[in-house]
């Protein structure tokens, strides 16, 4: 059923209130254009962030929080990190972030649960870690006023968001180096592959003097990555 047709039918009903959750793809305009296309129907619409794929998308849902600040937005925690240990660190970004609430999956015995058993949490682990989460939020505003850190810590969500995906690519990327040195190994070719490199820095300048970064910046990183790759192929 497309949105549309579901703004069809909530005509035919008393709906109170309506809840729309992020597209599955970091997609603002689609979501910005879904809440919309229901506000037409007249019933009162919130937005409810998950992520996407288990990733934060904090990007997407700041420039929706920018764009119509007078919708109200919830957060998953649940479906946003797809596992049960990490939605009290997330809960905490409901104050931080400046948003309106949270939906969160909770089951008594989690572990019997039809669905989605890994990221659920217990009555009993909820009640403990809200009063934590509570009592740091009330601390936080009293130091420096929400109101005023918000969009800062909104960037901060997104650099987090953005290293933790630089780290993971770059630990992926030894990984490959490492499988790479075992093949080397195997057929004699020496780690230290000079023209290679070369290649490869003259691509990645290139590529970086499109896209704003300083030459020195990049060769100098590039560098590190390299020095670190033949280390892993030792």
Same mark, same amino acid.
């Given at each position: 059923? #497309?949105?549309?047709?579901? +703004?069809?039918?909530?005509?035919?009903?008393?709906?109170?209130?309506?809840?729309?959750?992020?597209?599955?793809?970091?997609?603002?305009?689609?979501?910005?254009?879904?809440?919309?296309?229901?506000?037409?129907?007249?019933? *009162?619409?919130? +937005?409810?962030?998950?992520?996407?794929?288990?990733?934060?998308?904090?990007?997407?849902?700041? $420039?929706?929080?920018?764009?119509?600040?007078?919708?109200?937005?919830?957060?998953?925690?649940?479906?946003?990190?797809?596992?049960?240990?990490?939605? *009290?660190q997330l809960i905490t970004k409901i104050a931080?972030?400046?948003?309106?609430?949270?939906?969160?999956?909770?089951?008594?015995?989690?572990?019997?649960?039809?669905?989605?058993?890994? $990221?659920?949490?217990?009555?009993?682990?909820?009640?403990?870690?809200l009063d934590v989460i509570l009592s740091q939020?009330?601390? #936080?505003?009293?130091?420096?006023?929400?109101?005023?850190?918000?969009?800062?810590?909104?960037?901060?969500?997104?650099?987090?968001?953005?290293?933790?995906?630089?780290?993971?690519?770059?630990?992926?990327?030894?990984?490959?180096?490492?499988?790479?040195?075992?093949?080397?190994?195997?057929?004699?070719?020496? *780690?230290?592959q000079p023209e290679r490199y070369q290649q490869?820095?003259?691509?990645?300048?290139?590529? +970086?003097?499109?896209?704003?970064?300083?030459?020195?910046?990049?060769?100098?990183?590039?560098?590190?990555?390299?020095? $670190?790759?033949?280390?892993?192929?030792?």
């Amino acid at each position: 059923m #497309t949105v549309q047709e579901i +703004a069809d039918e909530i005509d035919k009903h008393a709906i109170k209130g309506i809840f729309i959750k992020n597209p599955v793809n970091a997609d603002s305009d689609l979501w910005l254009g879904n809440i919309e296309r229901l506000e037409k129907t007249g019933v *009162p619409v919130a +937005a409810i962030h998950r992520g996407c794929n288990h990733h934060p998308c904090w990007y997407m849902a700041h $420039q929706v929080r920018l764009r119509r600040p007078d919708i109200p937005m919830l957060l998953d925690p649940s479906h946003m990190s797809g596992k049960a240990s990490a939605v *009290p660190q997330l809960i905490t970004k409901i104050a931080s972030l400046g948003l309106d609430g949270a939906m969160i999956e909770v089951h008594y015995k989690p572990e019997e649960a039809l669905s989605d058993s890994v $990221q659920q949490i217990t009555p009993t682990f909820l009640r403990d870690n809200l009063d934590v989460i509570l009592s740091q939020s009330s601390l #936080t505003s009293e130091i420096c006023p929400a109101d005023e850190m918000k969009e800062l810590n909104w960037l901060r969500a997104e650099i987090d968001e953005l290293d933790d995906n630089l780290w993971e690519t770059i630990a992926n990327r030894m990984n490959v180096s490492k499988r790479i040195g075992e093949w080397k190994k195997a057929h004699g070719v020496s *780690p230290l592959q000079p023209e290679r490199y070369q290649q490869i820095v003259e691509q990645r300048t290139e590529w +970086a003097a499109h896209n704003g970064l300083e030459h020195g910046f990049v060769v100098q990183l590039l560098n590190a990555i390299h020095e $670190q790759s033949l280390r892993m192929q030792e």
